[in-house]
């Protein structure tokens, strides 16, 4: 079927993780008096990995978790697939990945993604449109020669395509470039966009999956870190006026206090644009700004098993498929020959506004309704046999699914990142340049971009630290890109 890069799955979607982040403090709380070294808010991927990098270099840690699981935007569901089923994030991205250590580290396997997501396009009125590479190579060689030619300001990318005259279906079809971010081509800005279509035509060689789920990895991080994690603590406020900051938790009415010498903050976007935790002092304008304009996508996702592999056959004869725009894609989540007949769809975008707005129930309705309107032979309703509805917009964890760029916001993920008087630390996906950040190795990288950040201001010696993968194994940070066996890069 060919490679499924990042670009080629994101037509069909994927939900680039990083940490589910706002917070609540457990009952099990440390004493008041006790002052720890580093309080992380979020564990998420790089609220996990700051705290196995601290710990290992003899940092007193604790980590505030507000829901009842370590994770954050990782979440394999276990059953009705034993072999894992994402309704999260979804791969590895490439064989440079860096969280290929944890990989090797855990002794997980994996498998490479080469085919069998989307296939087709079904368009109203003339039903499914299989994949033309030759049209797509010519449209695709057309869009780059217009990046190159243009000198203008950073408009949105809806703008540019129409601009440059793309017809309706030709837009359609290029709306990945845009969709990447679980945004609308009208909301991202046009800079961002060429940046990172550039950037991961250089850094991705090839896509994995984690047999059995990106909850192997999650569990055992959070397994690792034991006790410093308290889970279900939602942090309502960070003073950081005096020497050190003083977390304010809730947990089902019992307020508790952690007090810390720094912070790292891996709160989502979307939580910290809520105003969630109120900061005092409050955060200053350079870095209120960093978070305005880095706003987060919108992603649902729903999974469904069926008792019959009805989109395989004809009429039909698809892998997968997407519609409405490419907002809208559906493909067979399990491995080949495991798991019953099962689609997933992941919608991004306004339609996955709209789902949300639906609740649970009627945006189960609605996606069966998108089906049998592109198979309208297939009984669809009357073949479900489980589903599930994942709704990543109405978390109040994260409150959508990873951070996209707006016109003009060129450069604020480095200022997102960047500390404030050694006292508060920020970390996740959007504080990675691309093309790194709305991935889970991206949150990783800030995880230990903060910890070595903190480590540096305390006089200590990071070398060892950058050498080696969080938690201290004797293993390269990145997979070499060169063999690839079963198991994935080695």
Known sequence: ???????????????????????????????????????????GMAGLTAARDLA????????LEASDRVGGRMQSLKDPAPHGLEIGAQMIHGSRATTWSLVHEFGL???????????????????????DPALRDRLLRRLQEAYGAYRGDDITYQQFLDDHKFTADEKDMLAYAALTWSAEPDEVSLQAAMEDEAAWDTYVDMNYQIMGGYRQLYERMGADAGERVRLKSLVKAVDW????????????????????????????????????????????GWKRRAIDVLPMGRVVVVSLLFDDWFWHQPPYGVQGWSMRGGRVSFWDPHPPGKGMPGLQGWITGRPAQELSDLGQDGALQKVLEWIEEACPKSSARKRLQWSHVRDWVRDPFTLGSYSYTRPGAGGQRAVLATPIQDRLYFAGEAT??????????????????????ILAALGMDVTALLRAPAGGAAASLTAPAGAVSAAGPA
């Open 1 to 43: 079927m060919g490679l499924v890069t990042r670009r080629a799955f994101l037509n069909t979607a994927a939900l680039a993780g990083a940490g589910t982040f706002a917070l609540r403090c457990g009952r099990a709380a440390a004493p008041a008096a006790r002052i720890h070294d580093v309080a992380i808010l979020g564990a």
């Open 56 to 63: 290992h270099a003899g940092l007193g840690i604790v980590v």
């Open 109 to 131: 396997k994996t498998r490479p993604l080469e085919g069998g997501w989307s296939t087709a396009r079904w368009v109203p009125g003339r039903g499914f449109q299989k994949s």
């Open 241 to 284: 006026s005096g020497d050190g900051v003083q977390i304010t938790c809730d947990r089902e009415g019992t307020t508790d206090t952690v007090r810390a010498r720094r912070a790292i903050i891996t709160l989502p976007i979307g939580v910290l644009q809520s105003g969630q935790p109120v900061f005092n002092p409050a955060l200053p």
């Open 432 to 453: 990675e340049p691309a093309p790194h950040y709305q991935t889970v190795h991206g949150a990783y990288n800030s995880g230990r971009r903060t910890a070595r950040e």
